[in-house]
């Protein structure tokens, strides 16, 4: 079982729609978890990060955590062609009671948001 | 404030052939990370340093080097250079491990073996 996994993409959403991406962690003793955007040819970029069980909103990002079901999730309202990118979930795991802030990534998802 | 810094942007080496990654911040981050993402795949740790003097193998370690003299930079050292190693290389630097504190990515480096 992998680390981090991303549900399959590509996903492709018209424009104005919510787009949603899943990502699913094994290790219970994850601590923190992040999504990042990464435009083709850049950087990650951190656009939401989460520590504890619900809802985080920003603006029409918004991150949902579900320790028990080790799942986090994000949330993309009124989609527009510039969210056309690859999303990554990465979670911060602690292994041996140390943790050094090592990133795990998933795969990624790429989101299309056509016009 | 540049942030994360990285040079070259691109680069193409020779098989065998040797090469330095340079990352810097001037974040005053004590925490500096060398990743490497392969087409179509996420990120994965090459190595990390928790401070100056201090550093360690992340999940793909072989075929690389690191040092950390200084808080600023955190070059990566590529010796004996592999067509496995075409990738584009990511160094991320954060101030704390706590939560609340990211990780910072510079612009890429991105290497071609042949």
């Known amino acids: 079982q992998k680390e981090v996994e991303q549900n399959s993409g590509p996903l492709s959403v018209p424009e104005g729609a919510i787009a949603s991406l899943n990502c699913t962690y094994s290790d219970r003793g994850s601590q923190s978890f992040f999504w990042y955007r990464q435009y083709s040819g850049k950087s990650p970029e951190l656009i939401m990060s989460i520590y504890s069980n619900g809802d985080k909103e920003d603006g029409r990002f918004t991150a949902q955590l579900n320790k028990a079901s080790q799942y986090v999730s994000l949330l993309i309202r009124d989609s527009q062609p510039s969210d056309s990118a690859t999303y990554l979930c990465?979670?911060?795991?602690?292994?041996?009671?140390?943790?050094?802030?090592?990133?795990?990534f998933g795969q990624g998802t790429i989101l299309t948001v056509h016009p | 404030n540049a942030g994360v810094t990285q040079t070259p942007k691109f680069r193409i080496l020779k098989i065998g052939q040797s090469m330095t990654l340079q990352c810097t911040q001037d974040m005053n981050h004590n925490y500096m990370y060398w990743y490497r993402q392969d087409p179509g795949m996420g990120l994965k740790l090459i190595y990390y340093?928790?401070?100056?003097?201090?550093?360690d193998k992340g999940e793909v370690p072989n075929g690389y080097n690191v040092s950390r003299s200084t808080t600023e930079d955190f070059p990566l050292r590529l010796e004996l250079a592999a067509p496995s190693q075409t990738s584009v290389y990511f160094c991320a630097s954060s101030y704390s491990t706590r939560p609340g504190y990211e990780q910072y990515f510079g612009p890429g480096t991105r290497l071609t073996v042949t």
């Open positions: 340093s928790v401070g100056a003097g201090i550093t």
């Open positions: 990465a979670v911060r795991l602690l292994k041996g009671g140390t943790s050094y802030g090592k990133l795990t």
